[in-house]
């Protein structure tokens, strides 16, 4: 390969590929750099960014609070919720107890025959006992 063959062939063909420098030249020209924002121009972007922050987002003191009182707050609906599983549980042994003693005072009353044969269905009917 000679240095007309890469004159000829190669230059050609890399210039479709690559800038040139007369491509570059006429890029970016000194009139054009001066319409790009200017160090002063980002300082006050940078300012107006950190006070959208500062109003739109919350502080790690302000985080910390929203987080206490996120866990006091859960904290009272299970002590709450502890509360009332307990008073069902209660609830429900005293109704057994209750049911017990009523099974007991209607053998009783049936036995002694205080209370009739019809009485003692209907009651059953009930479902109570």
């Known amino acids: 390969m000679t240095i007309k063959d890469f004159?000829?062939?190669?230059?050609?063909?890399?210039?479709?590929?690559?800038?040139t420098k007369k491509d570059l030249e006429?890029?970016?020209?000194?009139?054009?750099?001066e319409s790009f924002a200017t160090k002063k121009d980002l300082e006050i972007v940078r300012f107006s960014l950190q006070a959208d922050m500062r109003e739109n987002f919350v502080d790690k003191a302000e985080f910390a609070q929203f987080r206490n009182e996120s866990?006091?707050?859960?904290?009272?609906?299970?002590?709450?919720?502890?509360?009332?599983?307990t008073e069902q549980k209660m609830g429900y042994y005293q109704k057994?107890?209750?049911r017990s003693l009523w099974t007991i005072m209607i053998e009783a009353m049936k036995e002694h025959q205080i209370l009739s044969t019809e009485q003692v269905q209907k009651i059953k009917e009930l479902g109570v006992f």
């Open 96 to 98: 057994q107890k209750e």
């Open 7 to 19: 004159q000829e062939v190669i230059i050609p063909a890399m210039e479709g590929v690559f800038a």
């Open 26 to 33: 006429s890029f970016a020209t000194k009139k054009d750099l």
């Open 71 to 85: 866990f006091n707050f859960f904290d009272k609906i299970i002590k709450d919720l502890d509360i009332l599983m």
